[in-house]
C-alpha cells in the first residue's frame, strides 16, 4: 500500500452485500487520476457496470464518494457524491449523481474511507455498519417498513450519539425513481434512494474516530481558511447585501443575503439579534437565511438558526419552528432544509390561503418537509409538484385514474391549500400506492411510459420547466443566456451545475461583473445581464467549459458547488476580486501535492470528460449532438412574443444555439457534427483506457464512425 498522501483517507470500502464480503482499495493507487466523489463514481460505472444495466439491477453499484478537502476545515466542505445508474432519465436509465451535504463525508473520513462502493443485493434488509476498521451487515428487519427518522434514531441508539445515519424511507423501499438517501434526516441525496432499496439497504451508520492529516504547514493553511472566509458573500456566493447598507457600495433587491442589522432569528430562545457587521467572518451565517428568502418575510418570526455541512459558515439549511403545526397536525414544530426541499409541501398546490408567503403556505411547507424527509420521497427539483399541478388543473388526473381511486382523494381540502392534503398525497405517492402512486413515483418519465403523455407537450409548456430526459432546468437560460442552455445539455438529470449562477447573480452591476469577467474568462463579453443577452461568442462558451469542469470538481473534492467557485467577493478593496485559484491552492496545501489552478482544472475536465464517454458508452452512439444535447422547444418562445437579444426577455434563438454548441464543443476539443470528444482529447486528459473501450464498440468520432448511428 503507497503512503496516503494529507486530505485523503487513503482506503475505499467495498461491501458486496450479495456474498456479504467487504473489501479495502487503497485511493490513490486506484483512484489517484478522479480525486473522488464524482471522480471515483464515473470510473466505478465506466469500468465495473456493463451498459445496459437498470438502476435497480444487483449489477447496478451505489457509490458514496467524498473528497481531499472533506473532513478538513476548509469551508462548505461537507459534500458526499451519490453516484449510480440513475432510475429518472428518460427513455432509458444512464448514470447520474445525488449530492448530500450533512456530516457524513466528514464521518466516513474519520472512518478511514475516502469513498464507500456497494455492489450486489442483499437477501434480507439490512444496515451497514461502519465504525473505522469494523464493518457489518446489520439486520434491519424491524426497521423496514418505517421511515427514515425511525431508522436514525434507532440505529444512532444503538450505536451512540455521534454517529451519522444516511438512511431511505419507504419511497426507497418500493423502489420509487423518485426517492432519496438522508444522511441525519435532512440532508439528502435524490435518485438514488430506489438503487438503495433495490440492494435491500436501509441505512449506513458511520462513526469514525480518526482525523485527517494536513500536509502543508500549519500557519500556511491558517492563513488560507481565514483567506478563504474572507471570500464569502452570502449563499451561492451573492457578495452584495439585498438591502442599502452604509458598509456596501452596491446592493440588490435579487440577493440572498437577506441577513441584516435589526432582523432577529425570533424562534431562538432568547431571540437572536443579527447586529454583526457584514463582513464579520465569525458571522457569516447572519447573512443568509434560506428559509427568509423561500419563504418570505415572515420566516425570520420561525427562525431558530441557520444549520448545515461540516465547516460551512454560511449555514443554509434552516431551522424553522412553527408550534401551531405541532398542534394542528401532531408532527414536530421544528424543522429544517433549505432550497426547493423547504418548498416541497407548498409547491404541490395551486392557492394558498394569505398567498405563497402567508401563513399557510409556511405550514405547508413545514408539512412537505416533515412528511418528505421521512417517507424519503423526491421531488426532481419540483418537477414532481408542477407535473401534479399541470394534471390536476387539466383535467389528466381525473381522466387517467380509476373513478375510485381519483374520488378516494379529498380535492376540497386540495382546491382550499390545506396542508392536511399532504398526509394523504405524500405517503400514497412514496408507497406507490394506487395508479397515482405507481406513475408519478417515477418522475416525469413515469408519465410518459404508462400514460402515453407527450414528451413533446412538456417541452413546449414553459409552467413545467422541463428540459429534456425527464428532468427540469437548473440554472439555464432565466440566469445566464446561453451559457445557462449549454450548461443544462451536459447531464443525464437536470445540471446542478452551480458556478455559473453563482458569478452572474452574485448582485454587483453589470459593468463590475464584466471588469471581473475579463480578468477571469479572457473578455467582458463572457457575460451578460441577466435577461438582456447578445449573441454568442467564445468567450461564453470557454466560461460554460470553466463552470462545468468547476462544478465537477468541487463534486470530486468534497465541496459545495452551491457556494463556490469564489471568483467574486465582497471585499470592495481588492475590487470584488475573489480566487480562481482557490480549489488548487486548498487541495496543494491539504495533499501536500503542489498543484497548479491549470493541472486541478485538468483533472476536472477529465472527469467531466469521462462522464461523456460514459454516457457514449451506454446510449450505444455518437450521436449526442442530436440523441442528448437537446433542448426543449419553449426556449425560444416568448410569451409576449418578444425577440431573441431584446432586453426583458430570457428567449433564445436556435441558430444561435446551434452556434454555441459548435463553440463549446470547439473548446471542449469534442468532434463538432456528434458531440463526441476526439481521440486526442481522450489522450490529452488520460483517459487512454476509455478511448480504447469505445473504440472497440466504434464509438470514437472518426474512423468512419459517422453520428448518428
Ligand atoms: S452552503 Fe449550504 S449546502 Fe453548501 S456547504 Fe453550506 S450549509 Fe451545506
Known amino acids: 500500500m503507497t503512503q496516503s498522501p494529507g486530505g485523503f483517507a487513503g482506503r475505499v470500502l467495498r461491501v458486496d452485500l450479495s456474498s456479504g464480503k467487504v473489501s479495502r ?72 449523481s445525488g449530492h448530500m451535504g450533512g456530516q457524513f463525508a466528514a464521518k466516513l473520513k474519520y472512518a478511514g474511507y475516502d469513498a464507500l462502493i456497494l455492489e450486489g443485493r442483499a437477501d434480507k434488509p439490512v444496515w451497514l455498519f461502519i465504525r473505522d476498521g469494523r464493518v457489518e451487515l446489520r439486520d434491519a428487519s424491524r426497521l423496514w417498513g418505517g421511515g427514515i427518522r425511525r431508522a436514525t434514531l434507532e440505529i444512532s441508539q444503538e450505536m ?61 493553511w491558517e492563513r488560507l481558511i481565514k483567506h478563504h472566509l474572507s471570500l464569502l458573500g452570502a449563499n451561492n456566493q451573492h457578495v452584495v447585501p439585498a438591502f442599502p447598507s452604509p458598509e456596501s457600495e452596491y446592493y440588490n433587491p435579487g440577493s440572498r443575503w437577506v441577513g441584516e442589522p435589526g432582523r432577529r432569528w425570533g424562534a431562538a430562545d432568547p431571540p437572536v439579534e443579527i447586529t454583526g457587521s457584514i463582513l464579520d467572518l465569525n458571522r457569516i451565517a447572519y ?60 409547491a404541490f398546490f395551486r392557492n394558498m390561503p394569505g398567498g405563497n408567503k402567508g401563513l399557510g403556505s409556511l405550514e405547508a411547507c413545514m408539512v412537505g418537509m416533515h412528511l418528505a424527509d421521512d417517507y424519503g420521497l423526491w421531488c426532481n427539483y419540483g418537477q414532481l409538484q408542477r407535473d401534479f399541478v399541470k394534471l390536476y388543473s387539466d383535467g389528466t388526473l381525473k381522466a387517467r385514474l380509476p373513478a375510485k381511486e381519483y374520488a378516494s382523494y379529498d380535492w376540497d381540502k386540495y382546491d382550499a ?39 413533446e407537450d412538456w417541452k413546449r409548456d414553459h409552467s413545467t420547466l422541463y428540459w429534456k430526459m425527464g428532468h427540469p432546468k437548473h440554472h439555464a437560460n432565466e440566469d445566464d443566456g446561453q451559457c445557462g442552455v449549454l450548461i443544462n445539455t451536459q447531464y443525464n438529470r437536470d445540471a446542478q451545475c452551480h458556478s455559473h449562477t453563482n458569478f452572474v447573480r452574485n448582485g454587483l452591476p453589470i459593468e463590475e461583473q464584466k471588469r471581473l469577467a475579463g480578468g477571469i474568462w479572457g473578455s467582458p463579453d463572457s457575460v451578460d445581464a441577466v435577461g438582456d443577452y447578445r449573441p454568442m461568442n467564445v468567450h461564453k462558451a470557454r466560461r460554460a467549459r470553466w463552470s462545468l469542469v468547476r462544478k465537477e470538481l468541487h463534486d470530486s473534492l468534497g465541496l459545495c458547488n452551491w457556494m463556490g467557485p469564489w471568483v467574486a467577493s465582497p471585499l470592495k478593496e481588492q475590487g470584488y476580486r475573489g480566487d480562481d485559484s482557490l480549489e488548487s491552492k486548498l487541495f496543494s496545501l491539504a495533499t501536500g501535492r503542489a498543484t497548479s489552478r491549470e493541472e486541478l482544472d485538468l483533472m476536472g475536465e477529465r472527469i467531466f470528460t469521462l462522464h461523456r464517454a460514459l454516457t457514449i458508452r451506454d446510449m450505444g452512439t455518437l450521436a449526442m449532438r442530436e440523441k442528448h444535447d437537446l433542448t426543449p422547444d419553449w426556449l425560444y418562445e416568448d410569451k409576449h412574443g418578444q425577440q431573441p437579444f431584446t432586453q426583458g426577455t430570457i428567449r433564445m434563438d436556435r441558430a444561435d444555439i446551434a452556434t454555441a454548441l459548435d463553440m463549446f464543443y470547439g473548446v471542449m476539443g469534442w468532434d463538432k457534427a456528434s458531440g463526441a470528444p476526439t481521440r486526442e482529447t481522450y489522450a490529452r486528459l488520460g483517459l487512454d483506457g476509455a478511448a480504447s473501450a469505445l473504440e472497440r464498440l466504434n464509438l470514437l468520432p472518426g474512423d468512419g464512425n459517422e453520428p448518428g448511428k
Not at 438512511?167 to 438522508?182: D, H, K, N, S
Not at 435524490?190 to 500557519?219: C, E, F, H, T, Y
Open 25 to 96: 482499495e487503497d485511493t490513490a493507487e486506484k483512484y489517484g487520476d478522479v480525486l473522488g466523489g464524482t471522480g471515483i463514481g464515473y470510473r466505478v460505472l465506466f469500468d465495473e457496470v456493463p451498459a445496459g444495466t437498470g438502476p435497480f439491477d444487483p449489477a447496478n453499484k451505489l457509490v458514496f464518494a467524498t473528497g481531499a478537502l472533506a473532513g478538513t476545515g476548509v469551508p462548505c466542505n461537507g459534500r458526499t457524491a451519490v453516484t449510480a445508474v440513475f432510475p429518472t432519465v428518460w427513455p432509458a436509465p444512464l448514470a447520474g
Open 160 to 220: 451512540g450519539p455521534d454517529c451519522v445515519v444516511a438512511a431511505i424511507g419507504q419511497a426507497g423501499e418500493r423502489l420509487a425513481p423518485l426517492a432519496i438517501v438522508a444522511n441525519s434526516v435532512s440532508h439528502s441525496a435524490g435518485g438514488v434512494g430506489g438503487v438503495m432499496g433495490s440492494k435491500n439497504l436501509k441505512a449506513v451508520g458511520v462513526q469514525g474516530s480518526g482525523s485527517l492529516r494536513i500536509a502543508g504547514p500549519r500557519d500556511e
Open 287 to 346: 447573512r443568509s437565511n434560506s428559509a427568509a428568502f423561500f419563504l418570505g418575510e415572515q420566516a425570520w418570526r420561525h427562525t431558530v438558526r441557520g444549520n448545515g455541512c461540516t465547516a460551512c459558515p454560511i449555514r443554509c439549511h434552516t431551522v424553522v419552528k412553527m408550534p401551531s403545526v405541532a398542534a394542528k397536525y401532531g408532527i414536530k414544530e421544528v424543522g429544517q432544509n433549505t432550497c426547493v426541499g423547504l418548498v416541497f409541501g407548498r
Open 417 to 455: 391549500g390545506d396542508p392536511a392534503f399532504l398526509f394523504d398525497l405524500i405517503p400514497r405517492l412514496s408507497e406507490r400506492q394506487g395508479e397515482l402512486g405507481q406513475v408519478m413515483s417515477q418522475g416525469t418519465a413515469g408519465l410518459f411510459r404508462h400514460w402515453g403523455l407527450k414528451e
